[in-house]
């Protein structure tokens, strides 16, 4: 099993930025594909980014495609996820997650393993 947890969240001014980390350990990092959901109050937890095990390929939710950003580095066992030009409706306990099947990137039931995330308040 693969434990993830992740930090760099805060609070920042709407149009900032901010660089969430998930760094990963149990097992070999470079086996998985690694996701970002968001979670804002009130709402389900819905996907935001996700990246292929060797980095090659990247998904985004409309939203935050050309704002956001999805990285890692398999040697450092870490994911990040650089956010940039940052609203008010960014708002949410941003979660790291972890998946070897290499399907079902956008749903929640998709990924096995999860960090016990990290809050991103935007102020306007």
């Known amino acids: 099993q693969v434990q993830l947890v992740e930090s760099g969240g805060g609070l920042v001014q709407a149009g900032g930025s901010l660089r969430l980390s998930c760094a990963a350990s149990?097992?070999?990092?470079?086996?998985?594909?690694m996701g970002w959901f968001r979670q804002a109050p009130g709402k389900e937890r819905e996907f935001a980014a996700a990246i292929s095990r060797s980095g090659g390929s990247t998904y985004y939710e409309g939203s935050v495609k050309g704002r956001f950003t999805i990285s890692r580095d398999n040697a450092k066992s870490t994911v990040y996820l650089q956010m940039n030009n940052l609203t008010p409706e960014g708002t949410a306990v941003y979660y790291c997650?972890?998946?070897?099947?290499?399907?079902?990137?956008?749903?929640?039931?998709?990924?096995?393993?999860w960090g016990q995330g990290t809050q991103v308040t935007v102020s306007s």
């Open positions: 149990g097992r070999t990092f470079s086996n998985y594909d």
């Open positions: 997650a972890a998946q070897s099947a290499g399907t079902d990137y956008y749903t929640v039931s998709g990924w096995p393993y």
